[in-house]
Structures are given as C-alpha cells and as structure tokens.
C-alpha cells in the first residue's frame, strides 16, 4: 500500500501544475499517532514513530526547503525523520497562534516547498485561512491524511488530498 501512495504522490508532484506555472507548495500533516497518555504533550506511540519514518520516505524527494512544527512534541517528533534525512532544523511556532504561520507560510517563495506538522484542530484551519476552502475535521485516530495547498499567483489555491502510511482506523 505505502509503494502505491508513494507512485501516486511522485505522479501528482510531476503533473498537478501546469508547466510553466510556478507555486509555494505547503504540505500539510497531523502529528503521528501518541501514546494513549491524555497528557497535553503526550509523545508518539510506536506506531507514530513509524508513520514518521513513512513520513520521511514519502517525503524524502519533495525538496521540502522549511519545516514548522509546534512547541508540542508529537509534531516534533513526527518531523525529526524528514528533518533529520534533508539536514534541517524544524521552526517552532506556537500551537495557539495560526496567525504567525499563516504569515510565514503567505510568504513562501514561487517553487519552495514547506511542511507543517500540526494538530486534528490547526491544520483545518491552516488549510481555510490560506485559501484551500472548508475541509473535513480530523477523525479522533485519523492520522494519514497529507494535504497539499499549491498557492499560485494573485492568491490562486489549489489543494490536493493524500493518505500516506499505515491507513488510519
């Protein structure tokens, strides 16, 4: 199944914009799965660890150039692989301020492409606030889903939706 995921996402990276035309892309993600610890900065479950290093290797050719993560840890966590395999140093942004990141994330560069690792509650309204549209809440153990927001020119957004890893119960 990853092998499959890993064929579509090459594809849609090659194909989804027309030649020619230059975006920011933005990928989007949940933290991995946590330890059934109910603690605000509960740590990633040995499945999450292992959907980070799936992460990783999905991710390992999309020349991600910056990665945001929040001050809780799990989101640390799930980008330490990827961090770790392009030799970056993640930005830590507040959980509670959307506005920071949006910030940051509108002034992304024609072809760079950045990574957000977030919670079931931000990246929805990550993906609103740059334009990609209302999009479903995260189911409680929903953890595979990867959206990517392509922002064009004169604020044109196209978004597109994934699953990577292990599907998510």
């Not at 090659?14 to 799965?33: C, D, K, N, Y």
């Not at 957004?157 to 119960?169: A, E, F, K």
Request: hydrophobic share 45%.
């Amino acid at each position: 199944m990853v092998c499959v995921r890993l064929a579509l996402l090459a594809v849609l990276f090659s194909v989804w914009l027309p030649p020619g035309i230059s975006a920011a892309t933005i990928i989007l993600i949940r933290h991995a799965e946590r330890t059934s610890a109910m603690s605000a900065d509960a740590l990633l479950s040995p499945a999450g660890e292992e959907r980070a290093r799936q992460l990783a290797e999905v991710l390992k050719d999309a020349k991600i150039q910056r990665i945001y993560v929040t001050e809780v840890r799990r989101t640390q966590q799930t980008a330490e692989p990827i961090a770790t395999g392009l030799h970056l140093k993640p930005i830590v942004i507040a959980k509670d301020d959307i506005d920071a990141l949006v910030s940051q994330l509108r002034k992304s560069g024609e072809n760079e492409t950045v990574l957000v690792v977030g919670h079931a509650d931000t990246v929805p309204l990550l993906i609103e606030r740059l334009g990609g549209g209302p999009v479903p809440a995260f189911r409680d153990t929903e953890y595979d889903r990867m959206t990517m927001l392509f922002l064009g020119a004169k604020g044109k957004v196209q978004v597109v939706t994934l699953r990577y890893g292990n599907i998510s119960p």
